[in-house]
Every structure is written in C-alpha cells, then in structure tokens.
C-alpha cells in the first residue's frame, strides 16, 4: 500500500513540505521572541529567510511566502529583535538570490525588501506608539498598517527598481496574493496572541492559497505553450514564413498596450497574431492561397476552427476578421497590422522603416489608419520592440537553420 | 403557469427517513433538556457560513472536493465552548445539509438526511469537545474530529451504498482519502471559533477572505484546464479532417497511453502530461500534404522522401522550443534530443513518455481498419508486440498495455472495431505499410 506521501503529486509534495517548513518558521520565530536569545534570533533569521525563498505565483509575477512573516513579526516583537531577525534573513537569503538571480537582480530584490521591511518596522513601531495594549483588535490594527505600508512600499520599489528576470507586478491582477498574505499576518499575529501553537494552524489558508495560484500559474503556461505549439503547425509546414506568428504576437502586444488594452484583449490579439493562419492547415499545397479571396476563405476556415470550441470562439471571430476586406474592430485591425507589418519586415529590423511606408498606403479604413499610427507611435518610443520581435522567433529560424531544412 | 414541485426518489429513501427521525429526536430531547441556547446573531453567522461553504465546495486540482464545512461547525464548537456548544452545534449543523443542488434536483429526503447527519456529528462533536475540555485542549479537538467523522462516515457509506447500489467497500474507498482533510480544516475552525470569542466577527474575513480568494482560483483552473482540452480536441478534429481514415485515433492512443501510464504507476501530473502528448502526438499531419496521407497503399520515393523531410524538420525546429520537446519524444526515436536543456528527470520522462505513446500508436494502428489494410485481431496485435518488445518497443510499456486491456476485460481490433471508417473499395486482408506518419513507428527504441 502506498504511503499518504507517496499518493501526493509531486506539487503537493512540495506544498507539504512547505507546511512544514512554515510550521516550524512559525514555532521558532513566534514562539520564542519574547526570550529573546542570539540562538532563537538565529533560528528565526534562518527560516524567515527560507520563507521568503518560497513563491505565491501571481497571475503576473510572484510574492515571496515570508512576507506574511516579516509582517506579523514586525507587528509582535520590538523593534530592536525585529531588526535583528531581518538583518540575518536577509544575510542568509543573499547569496541564494545571487545564485538564483544574478548580481544586479538580487541586489535589487535585497534593497526592495529591505526599505520595505524597514518601513513596515517604523509603521509597527508607530501603531504600537499611537494604540496601546496588546489585545487582539488593537494587534490586528497594528498588523493591518504594518502590512499594509509593507506592501505598498514593496510594490513601489518594483515600480521604481524593476527586476530584469521578473515581470512587471500588475496590482490589478496580484491583489488577491497580497490580499492573502495580509490575511495571513493578521491570523498569524492575534493566533499566536492567543496561543503559540495556534499560529501554526493560522498559515494553513496562506498554503492552500499559494497552492491555488501554483496550479493555476502551471496550467496557464501549459496553456499558453499548446497555443504556441500550434501556432507553428503552418509555418513548419511551409505555408507562411518560420517565426511569423511569434513575432507578429510581439507586435500586437505592443500596439494592444500602447492602445490601453485590457489584459483579456491584449492577450486574446496576442493569441490571434499567432494563430491567424492556423486556416492553412487545411490547404494540401501552399501555392493554393494565392490570391486575396483564398486568403479570406482560409481565414474563415481558421475561424471555424478556432470557434469549435467556446473559449476561442472570440480569437476565431478576430481571425477571420483579419482578412476581410472591411475591418470592423480595432482588435482585428492591430492584429492585421501586427502580422502585414512582420511580413515585410521578417528578420531584418533594417527594413521596418521600409515596411512603415509601405503599409501607410495599404491602409485607408478609419482603423487601419489609427492602428497605423499607434504602431507608428509604438516605434518612435520602443524601437527595440523589432529586435525583441525577431528574437521570439529566433528559436524557430534559427533550428531551420541548423538543420539545412528546405522550406515548402 | 404554476411549476409543479419535482420530488425524486431513491433506492435508499427508508434509510434516509430513519435517520430523519432519529435526528428530529435528539434535536427535540436537547431542547426539551433545557440547554442554554447561544446568542443568535453567531448562530446564525456560523448557519450562514456553514450553508455558504457546503454550497461553494474547493474543487481540487486532484478531483477531490474539499468541503470546508466541518471548519465551520469546529468553529460554532470552539465559539459556543462557555455555553450551549451541544445545541448550537445542532441548530449550525442542520444548515449544512440544505443544498440547493440537491433541492433543484428534487432530492428533498436527501436534503433532509443531509440536514439530520450533519445535526447529528455536530452535536455529538461538541458533547465530546465539551466533556473531554479539562484533559486539554489536543484531546477536545482530537476526540470530537473523531466522532464526527465516524458518524458522517457511519451515515453516509451505506447511504450512498443503497442509493447508487454501490459496494460498501468501493464507496470507503472513495471517503477515505478526504478523512485527513478534517484534521487540518478541524484545526483551522477551531482557531476561527477561540477567535471569535476574543475580537468577534473581525475574526471571520482573516479566513473567509482567503478561502474565497483560493476558491476562486481552483476554479479559474479547471475552468483553464477545460479551455486547454477543448483547444487540443479542435485540433485533434483539424488533423482528422485532414487524414480521415484515422478517425478516433489520437483519442484511442491517448486512452491506451494513459492505460500503460496508470499500470506504471505514473504520478496524476505526469498522468495529465501524458495525455496531452499523447493526443498531439500526431500534430505533424497538418503539416504533410493531404494527398500523400490519404493514399492508399506504398509511398514512392519521393513522397517518402517528402514525409521524412517534414519529419525531419519538425524533429529539428521542435527539439529547440521547449515547449514542444516532449512531442517530438512521442513521434521519434531520437533521445540525444532530449538532452537539449532538459534536466536528468525530465529527460527519463520524456523518453518514458515516448515510449508509452510509441506502443500505444503501434497497437492502435494495428487493430484499426486503414486504407491498405483491414484490422488486425487483438491476439496478432499482442503478439506483434510481444515480438517487437526490446528492440523496437520498450517490453515494461508492452506489458503494461496487455494487462491492462486483459484486466478490463476488453476486446479491439478485428470484429471489436467501433466507428470504423467505412471505405469505397474494402481494403485488403492484409496491407503493404503505411501511408501516414501515425504508423511510422520509432525505430532501435528499447531498454
């Protein structure tokens, strides 16, 4: 028979393990701050800095699992031990982040936490000047400000000093990870009030929320990776140039965010620049789509494809969009844009400038021109948005490439 | 138009009822006893978050459904401790049956039965949370979990037993890997309930808030997961449109793979991982001409050539998208691919995961009618296997598919085909190969 850990997947393996690890970050460095020790300050530093090794998995960007810790320590122990925790965690977690990160990364990453946790301390230190007492409402006030300034301040550095091997934190999408955290500390805060072991119990919902995310964060990317997989299906094919529908995603990102897209939108363009010649793969030679309408039944075809199934019935609509002689969204009209403009340009950023003139005079629907003039826009202020195009699609180029492959 | 009230009735109605009754008993003995009735604005708190959380079950990425409900009476328990938990625990835990799934669908003795064993565990929870309270808090907790998982337990197996006309055994089976959950959920509650007596009500949104928040995403996941299977499958139609004589093949391949995977012992991840390679594995038609994969009979060279070159250069341009790699696992035999920048157990996976789809593809295109051949029977695939096992396909995968299929009791090929395509011209007895990429098996492929 097999043993409760052996039927564990192996995330949930790890997320156990986490419970431990948390458990025993909680005992040692709740339970014994109030007899302070340098040994129990060693111990507390040391699995405060695990702690903060581990990830919640935001929809963009992750929150490190200690945060709830450094929090509820600010808000339960004095200023001098919480200092004192913090300065060897940090210690300790440094060359973990070097490891893991790089120099520039990890230096600031350090210096993010570091003025955040300092300004979460100063925010406790405060509370615990203004309100009085140790009862559970004031703790929880206490921790909710601490908290509260820890996580904006963490959110400002990210804004201020943005990690390269991390993406931009969208407050939008990421408020119920630091929802969640801040509801961890303040559990975490008035259970071990109460009684240290009950603290133990009081990260339970942090590990399952983190748990969620994980899942969610491994589903979305298996996701995103079968619509990439397939978006190459014509272009090994030989239908439409290796690389294309990578690169045209990249630029109809671009022109989504410069536009203000919503996320939904940005990521539904990005999906149909990828998969809008996924019609092709119904064609037996490519010299069969030569002219305009075979490009636009191909394009309805795709979309009959892609409206099969309900969730991709909105991406189906923009495909076959796309090559209509009237375009009737500005969706459509990025994503045609987005794709012609890689068209000319392929792999050769000197020709984007070319391929701006050119396409200036294939456009004249009110759309057109003003997805025109934000690709325009677009490039004025990002011009390293052609090379980062190229570079998406370079793993397909460049394996042909290496393999000699004929194209066709 | 007035809607009549539907009303379904099932095997085990009695049985249900008895436990009706016996429940309205004991509610009727606790009042009548003159036990001190806690507040109502907390009883009627917990009701409300108990009926919340037995209507909003967390639904488990492993399929289990995790009800939080226990969390809640553990913590009417723990809120009530100074007064009146027994009764309480009664009133909160009748709520926890009222489902207003079951109520729509009529199920109203189940409803009631639900109600009647939820008022049951709870009271009996909180008399024993109660009486063993000066040995310790460990020992409250400890005992009242006990009791009331034993009296859910106790009430719902032979429930579930005579209404589905299930074996006891089978049912405990599926029950018992939720049990740990109480523990864990019973800890949380009490927590919430000994903070509740503290600062009140404040108490309730440090964990509502995240259960809502872990809840909401758990579905958002399942809901991802469904876009990711309903995405596959339309391409799955796409390559069958394109190669109609291999009708049902992808899903067939990705049923028999998942039978070797199970029979290996595969983790539930690696499981889900399988079956999406196993269901693209064929991917690579789309990007063959139609003509060369529906022709029956012998490729020439050139159309040969035309197929391993397309072959060839997918193998090649896939290797170097990550993403992709475990799929061109499944369609060659070429392992020093998977060396590019996979780690030593991702390799052994992917290799393994090739070798699983390699000889589920083989055993179905050989029980399948083709173009150039019709089916061949089970016993001839079998052999066929048995005879490959070590040099063209991996013997421990081999065995694995036969037990498996013999232990289910199943029968394909040869006059077991279903949704055979049905062809113009019958094809022969027996066949010269293969005109599509889904029977070029991987050669030199063994262990």
């Known amino acids: ?408 | 138009m007035r809607s009549r009230l539907k009303f379904v009735v099932l095997p085990g109605w009695w049985f249900e009822v008895a436990c009706v009754v016996g429940a309205a008993a004991l509610l009727a003995w606790e009042l009548g006893s003159g036990q001190r009735l806690p507040e109502l604005v907390p009883l009627t708190l917990f009701g409300a978050l108990l009926l919340a959380s037995e209507n909003t079950p967390i639904l488990f990425p492993s399929a289990t459904a995790v009800s939080p409900g226990f969390m809640t009476v553990m913590a009417a328990i723990a809120a009530f401790d100074h007064g009146g938990a027994v009764l309480g625990a009664s009133i909160v835990g009748i709520a926890g049956g009222l489902s207003v799934d079951l109520i729509r669908k009529g199920r109203h003795t189940t409803v009631l039965f639900n109600c009647a064993q939820y008022l049951v565990a709870s009271a009996a929870a909180a008399a024993v949370y109660e009486s063993l309270g000066g040995l310790g808090r460990a020992w409250a907790f400890g005992g009242s979990v006990v009791v009331f998982a034993a009296i859910n337990v106790g009430a719902v197996l032979p429930q579930v037993a005579l209404n589905y006309r299930e074996r006891p055994r089978q049912v405990w089976r599926d029950m018992r890997p939720a049990l740990p959950n109480y523990f864990a959920f019973g800890l949380l509650g009490v927590l919430v309930g000994v903070l509740y007596r503290e600062i009140g009500a404040v108490a309730l949104p440090l964990l509502i808030i995240p259960a809502v928040i872990t809840r909401k995403v758990f579905a958002s996941f399942l809901e991802l997961q469904e876009a990711h299977d309903a995405t596959v499958k339309v391409f799955i139609k796409a390559i069958e449109a394109k190669d109609r004589y291999t009708a049902g093949h992808t899903e067939r391949v990705a049923k028999y793979a998942l039978y070797i995977g199970e029979e290996l012992r595969l983790a539930a991840r690696d499981l889900e991982h399988l079956r999406y390679a196993a269901l693209l594995h064929d991917v690579g038609k789309l990007a063959v001409p139609r003509r060369i994969l529906n022709k029956p009979g012998r490729l020439t060279e050139d159309e040969y050539a035309i197929v391993q070159r397309h072959n060839q250069v997918c193998v090649d341009i896939l290797t170097r998208v990550d993403f992709m790699r475990s799929m061109v696992g499944t369609a060659s035999d070429q392992h020093a691919y998977f060396a590019t920048g996979a780690s030593e157990r991702e390799q052994s996976r992917l290799v393994q995961e090739a070798h699983i789809v390699a000889v589920a593809d083989a055993f179905d295109a050989m029980t399948s009618t083709r173009s150039y051949r019709q089916a061949l029977s089970q016993e001839t695939a079998f052999r066929e296997l048995h005879d490959k096992a070590g040099s063209q396909f991996n013997p421990r995968c081999v065995e694995a598919l036969i037990r498996a299929i013999q232990k289910r009791g199943e029968h394909y090929g040869l006059g077991f085909e279903e949704g055979a395509v049905e062809f113009a011209v019958p094809p022969p007895v027996a066949g010269v190969g293969s005109a599509g990429l889904g029977d070029l098996v991987p050669r030199g492929v063994a262990t």
């Not at chain 1, 850990?5 to 025993?24: F, I, T």
């Not at chain 1, 942090?206 to 014509?234: G, H, K, N, W």
């Not at chain 1, 239908?239 to 989504?256: C, D, Q, W």
């Open chain 1, 1 to 408: 028979m097999k043993s409760l850990w052996g039927r564990l997947q192996p995330r949930e393996r790890r997320v156990a393990a986490e419970v431990y690890l948390a458990v025993a970050a909680a005992l040692v460095a709740l339970g014994r701050l109030e007899g302070v020790s340098g040994l129990v300050v060693a111990a507390a530093g040391m699995l405060l800095a695990a702690s903060l090794l581990v990830v919640v998995q935001a929809p963009i960007g992750t929150v490190p699992l200690g945060y709830a810790l450094v929090i509820a320590i600010a808000a339960l122990a004095d200023i001098g031990t919480f200092f004192s925790v913090l300065a060897l965690a940090l210690l300790v977690t440094l060359p973990v982040l070097l490891v893991r990160y790089g120099p520039d990364d990890a230096t600031r990453r350090m210096t993010r936490w570091l003025v955040a946790a300092c300004a979460c301390g100063g925010a406790a230190a405060g509370m615990r000047a203004l309100a009085h007492g140790t009862s559970p409402d004031v703790l929880l006030l206490q921790v909710s400000v601490a908290g509260a300034v820890f996580l904006s301040v963490d959110l400002l550095g990210r804004a201020v000093l943005p990690t390269p091997t991390a993406p931009p934190m969208h407050v939008r999408l990421a408020w119920p990870v630091h929802v969640s955290i801040l509801c961890a500390a303040g559990l975490l805060t008035v259970a071990y009030h109460h009684d240290k072991w009950m603290a133990v119990v009081a990260l339970v919902p942090l590990v399952m929320t983190r748990f969620a995310f994980d899942r969610y964060a491994a589903a979305q990317e298996a996701y995103r990776q079968t619509i990439r997989a397939l978006s190459i299906v014509p272009e090994v094919a030989g239908v439409t140039p290796l690389g294309h529908g990578e690169r045209s995603a990249v630029y109809a990102v671009a022109l989504a965010r410069q536009l203000g897209f919503s996320t939904e939108a940005i990521e539904r363009v990005a999906t149909a620049a990828r998969l809008h010649h996924i019609g092709y793969v119904t064609l037996d030679d490519p010299e069969d789509a030569t002219t305009h309408e075979d490009q636009v039944r191909l394009a309805k075809q795709g979309g009959d494809i892609l409206r099969e199934t309900e969730f991709l019935s909105e991406v189906g609509d923009l495909v076959e969009g796309v090559a209509a002689s009237d375009v009737t969204s500005r969706e459509a009209a990025i994503v045609r844009i987005a794709t012609a403009f890689d068209h000319l340009v392929l792999e050769d950023p000197a020709r984007a400038v070319g391929a701006v003139q050119l396409l200036k005079f294939q456009q004249n629907d009110p759309y057109g021109a003003a997805a025109m003039l934000v690709l325009r826009q677009v490039l004025d202020e990002d011009p390293a948005v052609v090379e980062r195009a190229i570079a998406s699609g370079a793993p397909l180029t460049e394996a042909a490439a290496a393999s000699g492959a004929q194209r066709g």
